[in-house]
């Protein structure tokens, strides 16, 4: 019985025991918890915190929390759980308007336990990374890429031995001057210096990142990196690098064989390297586990191939994305590519591929991407296409595939992008191309505005299955109609519809979609615009080259409008500067009137203003000063007076001024001395006077076309026009400028060389922002030039009142296209080596006093379609070969008494007959000329020598007059006594008849 007692009360003991141990326990868990939760921060550490934030600019506030007592729940800062002690700060920028700037604080080195610090994505200016963060002993992860930071990267970071994440990818000018300080990073698995200027360690960069053995991911584009290492390292200790992106640098080299010796190897980028062929005899298969390859906008060329085949040789190849786009690579696409299985992403864009559309892809089941854009494939799209049916993205624009589109695109479920623009594509598109196409996000289709045999057909109840967010469609029949179709397409953002012959008024739900980008140019749209063109969201809207009228809307919150050739009417809105968006305006070539309104100066963000080819009257506005931006005026055709206003002068942004056309007057130049960066000025047929400044070769060095016909200019052409290398449009006809034609005019580059004068007026859609145009004097008639004005090349002095010679150095410019010269006082002969102009195809030297025969070396130029050299002194025979043999016209050498030959009536034979009767005629001619000379020579000389002698000598004088006076006494009795018997003989006669 006791011992039972014992047993019981030992059992309760025991029990009870374990019952406060468990309560112990939990209380200890719970205070651990309590303890944990209710730990303030470190005093030190949020005074640290507190004296960074002071040195901070917050204009979003951002860190508003960062007040009380307990740091650890401000926002971007977390403490640990057990110490309190801040271990995080993170204030990574979510955006544009929630940067941070200012100063970095040394303060942040209280915080003795930081290990993770993200600045990335604010703004501080430029200012330098301070060298402190080198001495955060406990840092693991650093991140300041995009902060703009700049300066010199301080070697102290080299101090962070458990640094694992380094990523200093700069949006500011960062440079460094070696990179020894790699080697104390020994953690390192991310490093990441993108954009940092590693110029002056291109030579040691490898052995720097060969130090760490622990790297994952090695991304050095963008740092002007020139030297690629070639050697195949036998101590490479990149044995665990996955990523390797060493894009946009200037390597200029071949394919290093030791990238082919990392087996571990997942994503290599070489984008836009300077690669080039040809590819290393390496064993392609140790790339067994690489996914992406990324060798796109390099000078791989025709080894491309060779590449694609030897990567294919891997029966298990894990490759997902191939990107070899803009290399030039030539031939057709190998049937090595059906092999890469797990091909998901395959990008061959501009390059030089032929034939037709390769069968291979059809065994790419696993095919995602395609992008064969920008080569020369041919015929039509195979019907099988329909079989990828995991296709997203689909791109075969700009090449020369032709046919009809396949109905069986139409079961591509997952397609979200088709792209088939500029293609020479035929038949219809119905419903059935789009039946399955439920996730189409995307659409653009384009055909040259020459083939236009493209049309659709969609019934007018038809509803989409998509819903799109883009439409592109140029050059087709879409409907005369509106299509309805569009209402249903909420999501609807970009759309444009060009010259698709739609004939129809614009319907008023369109302008309930917000849009931000509309291009309906190019069709028949009639009607009128709403009061109000406002898109929240807004980017464009053109709806130029339609049939649209009434006055312009008086609200327009748009940032790009062009509603030029339409029939808009009336005066343009005296309020259109409260449309504060607008950036770029064109109302050109329509029927407005009145004067350009003051409120334009309103318009800060204004930087294109085309209102050419209206009515509009009065003075060019004096209040555009503000105007920061502006960079292209044209108030050309219009009937503008007065003279340029002064705040042009302090327009050195300007790059395009045209005013041709209109009734200005005045000296023009003295406003435009400061518009250094001008490429196109145009000031003609105006009633600009002054002479032509020397300074214009001076300080408009970017000057391409210089229009200045039609005025009453004076004085001489400058020389320092030929120090404009880009000028390649020179038309300086019809003024008074006199003087002779520069002989450095024949070292004008831009019309000695091919040049491709490339200034790029459109915006990444391609959309143009200006479309320059200029009116020029060709083959004899007035001719406007718009798309093709840069490859126009022009030399126009006639009209003037030139004298001198041809200079012979004009037959330099080998690539200029029109030489008119004609209506001056030209003397000389034309040059002989004309024929090296090869470009020349219309030559007038009309109207001038050029003699000599016509150079049998004009006949070479090929390309000379217009010749006019009447009413000159030329000679000799018409040449017969090449293009002479199609000018059959007489006028064009009419006036030239010496030309003989066809397509004139002299005959050269007859015209040599008459040359030796004229010679002999000329002879006689001459002869009588030395008579007639040599009498009026003799009579002064006789008269003088016997008149001069009696004035002289007074005895002579007194002996002369007597011997004139014996001489007539002796004559009178002569006479007398010779009358008197012959009229005594007379009398006889009488008597005795």
């Not at 046919?403 to 997952?414: A, V």
């Not at 030489?819 to 470009?839: D, H």
């Not at 003699?851 to 009447?870: E, K, R, V």
């Not at 010679?919 to 009026?936: L, N, T």
Request: glycine letters at 8%; hydrophobic letters at 40%; a negative charge.
């Amino acid at each position: 019985m006791a011992s039972w007692k014992t047993t019981l009360l030992l059992l309760t003991l025991f029990l009870l025991s374990l019952f406060l141990e468990l309560l112990l326990a939990q209380a200890t868990i719970i205070n651990s918890i309590d303890g944990g939760m209710n730990k303030g921060c470190i005093e030190v550490e949020r005074k640290a915190l507190l004296e960074f934030k002071h040195g901070l600019k917050d204009p979003s506030g951002r860190l508003s929390s960062w007040v009380g007592a307990d740091c650890c729940k401000w926002k971007g800062v977390d403490c640990n759980n057990q110490t309190g002690h801040v271990v995080k700060v993170d204030l990574k920028s979510g955006g544009a308007f929630s940067r941070l700037g200012g100063e970095i604080s040394d303060s942040l080195l209280d915080l003795k336990h930081l290990n993770y610090l993200d600045l990335s994505f604010n703004d501080f200016q430029g200012i330098p990374i301070p060298n402190f963060l080198g001495s955060f002993e406990r840092l693991r992860y650093l991140n300041l890429s995009r902060a703009q930071l700049g300066g010199m990267i301080p070697p102290h970071l080299g101090n962070l031995s458990q640094l694992r994440y380094l990523d200093l990818n700069g949006g500011y000018p960062m440079r460094v001057s070696n990179l020894n300080w790699l080697s104390g990073l020994s953690s390192l698995k991310y490093l990441d210096l993108g954009h940092v200027n590693l110029s002056k360690a291109t030579t040691n960069w490898m052995q720097a990142v060969n130090m760490l053995p622990f790297l994952l991911e090695l991304h050095l584009s963008h740092c002007e990196l020139s030297h690629f290492p070639q050697y195949s390292n036998p101590f490479l200790n990149l044995t665990s690098v996955s990523v390797i992106d060493l894009s946009h640098n200037n390597f200029n080299t071949t394919l290093p064989g030791w990238l082919f010796d990392i087996s571990t190897l997942m994503d290599l980028y070489l984008t836009d390297a300077t690669i080039k062929g040809p590819i290393p005899h390496v064993n392609l298969l140790s790339l067994h586990n690489l996914v992406t390859l990324d060798l796109s906008d390099n000078n791989i060329g025709s080894e491309g191939i060779e590449l694609v085949n030897g990567l294919s040789a891997c029966a298990n190849s894990s490759l997902e994305e191939l990107n070899l786009g803009g290399n030039q690579v030539s031939g057709q696409l190998p049937d090595s590519l059906g092999l890469f299985k797990n091909l998901k992403s395959l990008y061959l864009w501009y390059n030089n591929f032929v034939g037709p559309f390769p069968n291979s892809i059809q065994h790419l089941t696993n095919l995602e991407s395609l992008d064969l854009s920008e080569n020369s494939i041919s015929g039509p799209i195979p019907t099988w296409i329909g079989n990828l049916l995991r296709m997203k993205t689909l791109d075969l624009s700009f090449n020369l595939m032709n046919g009809t589109i396949p109905k069986s695109i139409g079961q591509l479920r997952e397609l979200t992008v088709l792209n088939l623009g500029w293609n020479a594509w035929e038949g219809v598109i119905s419903e059935i191309h789009f039946s399955n196409l439920t996730k189409l996000t995307a659409f653009s289709l384009l055909v040259s505005p020459k083939d236009q045999s493209l049309r659709f057909h969609l019934r007018l109840e038809w509803i989409p299955p998509f819903s799109l967010e883009y439409i592109e469609v140029c050059n087709c029949n879409v409907s005369l109609k509106f299509p309805n179709w569009l209402r249903t397409q909420k999501r609807l953002r970009d759309m444009i519809l060009k010259n698709v012959g739609i004939s129809d008024a614009i319907p008023e739900w369109l302008w309930k979609l917000d849009f931000e980008w509309l291009d309906l140019s190019r069709n028949q749209l009639y009607g009128t615009l709403p009061n109000s063109l406002s898109f929240s969201q807004y980017e464009l809207v053109d709806l130029s080259f339609n049939r649209l009228g009434a006055p312009l809307p008086l609200r327009l919150n748009v940032g790009f409008l062009y509603l030029g050739n339409n029939s808009f009417s009336g005066p343009i809105p005296l309020n259109i500067g409260e449309s504060s968006s607008l950036e770029v305006l064109d109302v050109s070539s329509n029927l407005l009137n009145g004067s350009i309104p003051s409120s334009i100066s309103k318009l800060k963000d204004l930087e294109v203003i085309d209102l050419s080819n209206n009515h509009l009257s009065g003075k060019i506005p004096k209040n555009w000063n503000d105007l920061h931006r502006l960079w292209t005026i044209d108030l050309s055709k219009n009937k503008l007076s007065s003279g340029i206003p002064s705040w042009m002068s302090s327009k050195s942004s300007l790059t395009d001024l045209i005013l041709g056309d209109n009734n200005l007057s005045g000296e023009p130049f003295p406003s435009l001395r400061n518009c250094t960066w001008l490429y196109a000025l145009d000031l003609g047929n105006n009633r600009f006077s002054g002479e032509i400044p020397k300074w214009i070769g001076e300080r408009m060095p970017s000057l391409e076309q210089l229009r200045l016909r039609g005025n009453m200019l004076t004085g001489d052409i400058p020389e320092q026009l030929c120090w404009l290398s880009d000028l390649h449009i020179l038309d300086l006809a019809v003024n008074n400028l006199s003087g002779s034609i520069p002989q450095c005019l024949g070292n004008l580059t831009a019309l000695s060389f091919v040049t491709l004068l490339d200034r790029n007026f459109d915006d990444p859609s391609g959309h143009d922002f200006y479309s320059e145009r200029m009116e020029l004097v060709v083959k004899g008639q007035n001719m406007e030039f718009d798309s093709i004005l840069p490859i126009v090349n022009l030399i126009d002095l006639s009209s003037n009142n030139i004298w001198g010679e041809i200079p012979k150095e004009i037959t330099n410019l080998s690539t200029l296209g029109t030489l008119n010269l004609s209506r001056n006082q030209l003397t000389g002969k034309i040059p002989e080596k004309i024929g090296a102009m090869q470009g020349l195809e219309t030559l007038d030297l009309s109207c001038n006093c050029l003699s000599g025969p016509i150079p049998p070396s004009m006949s070479s130029i090929t390309s000379l379609n217009h010749l006019n050299l009447s009413h000159n002194r030329l000679s000799g025979p018409i040449p017969t070969t090449n293009q002479f043999s199609t000018f059959n016209d007489p006028s064009i050498y009419e006036a030239n008494l010496g030309l003989c030959g066809p397509p004139l009536s002299t005959n050269c034979s007859t015209l040599n007959d008459q040359d030796h009767k004229d010679e002999e005629e000329d002879e006689d001619e001459w002869d009588m000329s030395w008579f007639f000379i040599s009498m009026g020579l003799g009579f002064p000389v006789g008269f003088w020598a016997v008149c001069g002698s009696l004035v002289l000598k007074k005895s002579w004088r007194q002996a002369y007059f007597r011997f004139i006076d014996e001489t007539r006494d002796r004559l009178y009795v002569f006479t007398a006594v010779n009358v008197a018997r012959l009229k005594r003989k007379m009398e006889a006669n009488g008597v005795h008849g």
